[in-house]
Nanobody, 123 residues
């Protein structure tokens, strides 16, 4: 059982940066693929990025490719999402999610989800 807690959200101006973190409480977190998803008001939740448990593979939505970077520190049970060159359309609640299968994460159906953290980008 994995409990995921996101942090690092906030208000930033367009062009700025934020770093989101996802901390896990389970002892086997290092074996899980982890993803970030976001949901803007009135829109469906969408995939943002994912990283395999070895960190050897990372996947990004086209809308964030080149601006967002995902990383993980298995020894600390944490995963991060560095968000640069933020745009107003990046405004959303960002969720961390995890699953043993990377494909399941990328498909958007992982087993474990955090509560989310708000990111607001002003123009």
């Amino acid at each position: 059982q994995e409990k995921l807690v996101e942090s690092g959200g906030g208000l930033v101006q367009a062009g700025g940066s934020l770093r989101l973190s996802c901390a896990a409480s389970g002892r086997t977190f290092s074996t899980y693929a982890v993803g970030w998803f976001r949901q803007a008001p009135g829109k469906e939740r969408e995939f943002v990025a994912a990283i395999s448990w070895t960190a050897s593979n990372a996947y990004y939505a086209d809308s964030v490719k080149g601006r967002f970077t995902m990383s993980r520190e298995n020894a600390k049970n944490t995963v991060s999402l560095q968000m640069d060159s933020l745009k107003p359309e990046d405004t959303a609640v960002y969720y961390c999610a995890a699953d043993l299968d990377t494909r399941t994460v990328v498909r958007g159906t992982p087993n474990y989800w955090g509560q989310g953290t708000q990111v607001t980008v002003s123009s």
